[in-house]
């Protein structure tokens, strides 16, 4: 409710819970400059609405204190703030992640469209599990991978498999941008 | 007069260098005022929002009351003691506005003075000196008899300092749903019979 004038004022100091609320208003601040000179003059001739803001200064210094130890704490408006602070810090391993995952399926997409290729893969790496099983060394399965992997091979059709150039510039900006917010987080 | 309520010589001048004769009057008003001294202190807390000003208000209470006890009405002097408080409060506030500008003036940091001034403003309510023992743990109990969006929007607004706008945007009310919360709340915490033995003690 918004007073207009001292008579408009009077009357909700006439008011018992009127005058309750104006008293925390005014004892917390929320009054504006004029509506808190009005109620100053209402205060020079009536000891009961004195009384009625000591009160409520004692009351919400009660309320303060008995907040101040459930929590134990500081107040969270800067505790507010240094939650967003947190929510930036622990934001760039989840994209780091999100970005890798996109990688990832990227990757098994352009694998999965060259059916040929990959079929060609498949018996290799049969070719390559039987030798295993006959030497039975698990060196050798490494070896025998990194020689289908290997670009200098002719018949490699993974060679051919380059990545994009979207791809890789992607890839660098989300390195670059992970490590400016790994600085960022040492700030803090 | 001594806060302690303890009588002192009869030569404490007033304003026109008289002294108050040791007469009724002067007990009334040391009695009245060590008998009120709580109330003074809380509302100059009140309305200064201020603990160090609050006090040395205080003080100047003291000093004004025993230097006029001549002139005050017995019947009225509660009222009389409370008048004499607003006035001196009333009289650093405009001091302290009148520094504040000169400081303002000469200083060219002037955001550095208006956020001295905002955490003088906001550190008011430190209880010390003011509270009684286990009063904190009477609000306590309270306020924990009240319905959980009471007592949110009351710690919102009194311990953590947000504004009623910030406190419905954080809850997601309208704020006047917001208003009646505290209004409400704060209401039932002065209905609370411990309380109110406490106040009238």
């Not at chain 2, 023992?133 to 924990?144: A, C, E, L, R, V």
């Not at chain 2, 009240?146 to 009194?158: A, K, M, S, Y």
Request: aromatic share 6%; charged share 30%.
């Amino acid at each position: 409710m918004k007073v207009t004038s001292m008579s408009d004022f009077t009357n909700r100091l006439a008011m018992a819970d009127e005058r309750e609320w104006l008293a925390t208003q005014y004892v917390l601040g929320e009054l504006s400059a004029v509506e808190a000179e009005m109620f100053e003059v209402a205060m020079l001739d009536d000891a009961d609405l004195c009384q009625l803001v000591a009160e409520t200064s004692l009351l919400i210094s009660g309320v303060h204190a008995a907040s101040r130890k459930v929590r134990g704490s500081s107040p969270v408006v800067t505790i507010d703030a240094d939650s967003k602070r947190s929510k930036n810090r622990t934001t760039w391993p989840v994209k780091s992640a999100l970005a890798a995952a996109l990688l990832f399926a990227a990757s098994v997409a352009l694998r999965s469209s060259n059916d040929s290729s990959e079929s060609r893969l498949a018996s290799a790496d049969f070719d390559v599990l039987t030798s295993t099983e006959m030497s039975a060394d698990a060196d050798v399965v490494e070896s025998e991978l990194d020689v289908v992997s290997d670009e200098t091979d002719p018949n490699c059709r993974l060679c051919s498999l380059d990545a994009p150039e979207w791809l890789m510039t992607a890839v660098e900006l989300e390195q670059e941008s992970a490590t400016d917010d790994n600085d960022d987080s040492e700030v803090f | 007069m001594s806060q302690s309520g303890g009588h002192q010589s009869n030569d404490v001048p007033d304003r026109d260098g008289r002294s108050c004769p040791p007469d009724t009057q002067k007990r009334l008003v040391e009695a009245t005022y060590v008998g009120l001294q709580r109330e003074l202190r809380a509302f100059l807390r009140g309305v200064l929002k201020d603990v160090t000003l609050a006090d040395d208000a205080l003080q100047k209470v003291a000093v004004s009351a025993i230097q006029s006890c001549e002139n005050v009405n017995p019947e009225t002097v509660r009222g009389w003691l409370f008048r004499i408080a607003l006035n001196e409060a009333r009289q650093l506030q405009r001091s302290q506005r009148r520094d504040s500008e000169i400081r303002q003036k000469f200083s060219e940091q002037v955001a550095e003075t208006q956020s001295t001034w905002s955490v003088q403003k906001t550190d008011w309510w430190t209880s010390s000196g003011l509270l009684k023992d286990g009063f904190d743990t009477i609000i306590q109990k309270s306020m924990s008899r009240l319905p959980d969006e009471h007592q949110t929007v009351i710690r919102l607004r009194i311990y953590e300092g947000l504004s009623f706008a910030e406190i419905a945007e954080r809850l997601g009310q309208p704020l006047g749903t917001v208003l009646t919360w505290m209004r409400r709340g704060l209401s039932r915490l002065r209905e609370d019979s411990g309380l109110r033995d406490l106040w009238t003690e």
